[in-house]
């Protein structure tokens, strides 16, 4: 019987130590891909920052040590042959007035969708819905001759239309979800009490969604602040154009001044990158609480 207890013992402590060697060995492995994708995702930038202080023949010759001779003249030149000054106030229009308007709507519609009920609320949920499944391709052309026909080509008007409506599609799903969650009892309270739909959404609905108003916000600046397909064929004047069109300047006869070229895409990436060390506790709150709720 001792030895029956031995032996009991002896495989226990076998099994645990299989356990914590099995635990230690997937934690070293889960550590090791995300390093691995981590230094994926780092060095990339790492690599643009250090060659764009470089001049192009110092990059010619070698791409992957750091710069002999660094200097800021590519980021001046780039900065007036790209004319960042007028390009970059238009980006920071576009992409916070955009946003604002698509969190704004989404959470009206949201609201609507998620608690005021009727026979037209399905299919034009629906219709809003299905506009996450068009791509960016399949509209070009008719969002082209829709702007000249309403003869706002050219105009800040036509860029906020557009982004806006290509924003709504899944902010309204998210928006809609995320109000779903919301004690309807909360709403009937408010409207026994006499509070309009209004004040409901004001003091009620918006405060509650700050989460899902924040992965919104995250979603659509970097997007926009990105986008160049669109805003491509909606403006056709400097004045109206934004930072990736300006950097599109870099990938033609100055395809081959890599030193000027890195350094406009650097410019560009700054902002986004700044807005991540800025916010980044409220980003990962705000996907997260958003993806739990949602």
């Not at 009727?118 to 034009?124: F, L, Q, Y």
């Not at 557009?162 to 902010?171: E, T």
């Not at 309270?189 to 989460?211: C, E, H, N, Q, Y």
Request: hydrophobic share 50%.
């Amino acid at each position: 019987m001792g030895t029956n207890n031995l032996d009991s013992g002896t495989m226990a402590g076998a099994g645990e130590k299989l356990e914590n060697f099995g635990r230690i060995f997937f934690k070293i492995l889960a550590y090791s891909i995300m390093i691995v994708f981590m230094v994926m995702t780092i060095y990339p930038i790492l690599w643009l920052i250090m060659n764009s202080f470089k001049a192009t023949r110092e990059f010619q010759v070698s791409q992957m040590r750091l710069p002999i001779d660094p200097t800021l003249n590519n980021y001046v030149e780039a900065w007036k042959m790209g004319e960042f000054g007028r390009l970059f106030p238009n980006s920071i229009l576009y992409t916070f007035g955009s946003t604002l308007g698509i969190i704004l709507l989404s959470l009206m519609a949201g609201f609507a969708f998620a608690k005021l009920h009727s026979r037209a609320t399905k299919p034009i949920y629906n219709s809003f819905v299905i506009g996450i499944l068009l791509t960016t391709q399949t509209l070009m052309i008719p969002l082209f001759l829709e702007v000249n026909l309403l003869h706002i080509y050219n105009t800040r008007l036509s860029v906020f239309l557009v982004y806006i409506g290509a924003g709504l599609p899944i902010g309204i799903y998210l928006a809609t979800e995320y109000i779903k969650s919301i004690p309807t009892a909360i709403v009937e309270s408010a409207r026994i009490d006499g509070a309009g739909f209004f004040t409901i959404l004001r003091k009620i609905i918006v405060p509650m969604s700050i989460p899902v108003a924040t992965t919104l916000a995250i979603l659509n600046i970097c997007s926009i602040w990105n986008e160049f397909a669109l805003i491509n064929i909606l403006v056709s004047k400097t004045e109206l154009k934004s930072l990736p069109l300006g950097i599109y300047k870099f990938s033609g006869s100055l395809s081959t001044d890599y030193g000027k070229q890195f350094a406009a895409l650097t410019i560009g990436m700054i902002p986004m990158l700044a807005f991540y060390i800025v916010f980044r506790k409220q980003i990962t709150k705000g996907v997260a609480a958003g993806a739990v709720k949602g």
